[in-house]
């Protein structure tokens, strides 16, 4: 059953990043600003704790740690936003991934004991080597490793930190209550972000100017709201993927996010250039074409 979460989450979550890109570079210029939106509205989960069925009440010690894990994770969502503010979606994103993919199979070896068959060890190496093959970028710009890529290291150590901690949550309290205690620690990351002057300035600033910028019908509030519904629902599949199975064979699936990503920019750059577009040479297209072979018969290793 995790295969089919974590299926259902990247896919979603191939489409969240591609609109990320766009509302970062067209809409929402300030990381740090699309950040703080991102993650303080989940405050809101810790509302739901007195109807949670518990049969053991968190230690002070998980407290701490279900309080890590979700600021962690929000640091690694503003890194990830800056990450993909300097860079393109399509390079950014899988290195992201194997980033993740790597510190995460470290951690859980250590902290969650975490012993994976053969084959699937095989499945993650292939995986995590198609995501650096499509992680590596020339733009009109810039090519090969930027501080984009800087950005996005401490956003995957962040991520794949996260994530451990939160499967050592689901193991000893069950999902509902693990969840609600980390992805609340996220509203509490992005609370802390309204000290952040470009945080309060959006607080003051006019809704006619603040909305007038953006002329592409798509730059709306409508679009934005999209954006977080998939996210969020991209968010509790990859959760219940972990909840249910090893941390580390589902992280190693986000190269079908990664694959689905390119599948979709490149078919928007060729034929909708106006909406979404990224640079691509014939030699990215072999290398990226290369990948997502890889990607295919990793996952195909994994639930073998």
Do not use: C
């Not at 990664?258 to 979709?264: D, E, P």
Request: net charge positive; glycine share 6%.
């Amino acid at each position: 059953m995790w295969f089919v979460f974590a299926l259902v989450g990247y896919s979603l979550l191939a489409v969240v990043f591609i609109l990320d890109k766009y509302i970062l570079t067209r809409a929402i210029a300030r990381p740090v600003v699309y950040t703080f939106y991102s993650t303080v509205f989940l405050l809101a989960l810790f509302s739901v704790w007195p109807f949670i069925n518990i049969s053991q009440f968190p230690t002070n010690i998980d407290l701490g740690i279900a309080i890590l894990s979700g600021l962690s994770f929000g640091l690694a969502m503003f890194f990830m936003f800056w990450a993909v503010q300097k860079g393109e979606a399509s390079h950014i994103s899988p290195f992201i991934g194997a980033i993740v993919t790597i510190v995460t199979a470290f951690l859980s070896s250590i902290f969650l004991r975490e012993f994976l068959a053969p084959l699937a060890i095989v499945g993650i190496i292939l995986l995590v080597l198609a995501s650096l093959l499509l992680s590596w970028e020339k733009t009109r710009q810039k090519s090969g490793f930027h501080f984009g890529f800087i950005l996005a290291i401490v956003s995957g150590i962040a991520f794949a930190f996260s994530h451990v901690s939160v499967k050592y949550l689901y193991d000893l309290y069950g999902f509902w209550p693990a969840f609600v205690l980390t992805r609340g620690a996220i509203g509490l990351f992005g609370l802390g972000l309204i000290f952040f002057p470009a945080v309060r300035q959006t607080f003051t600033e006019k809704k006619e100017k603040s909305w007038q910028k953006k002329k592409n019908r798509f730059q709306t509030p409508i679009l934005v709201i999209v954006d977080k519904v998939l996210s969020v629902l991209a968010i509790v599949m990859i959760q219940l993927a972990i909840a249910s199975g090893s941390v580390t064979l589902v992280n190693a699936m986000s190269g079908l996010q990664y694959a689905l990503m390119i599948i979709i920019i490149y078919l928007f750059s060729r034929f909708a250039p106006h909406l979404f577009a990224e640079y691509f040479t014939r030699k990215e297209l072999l290398t990226e074409s290369s990948a997502l072979i890889l990607v295919i018969i990793g996952m195909a290793l994994l639930v073998v």
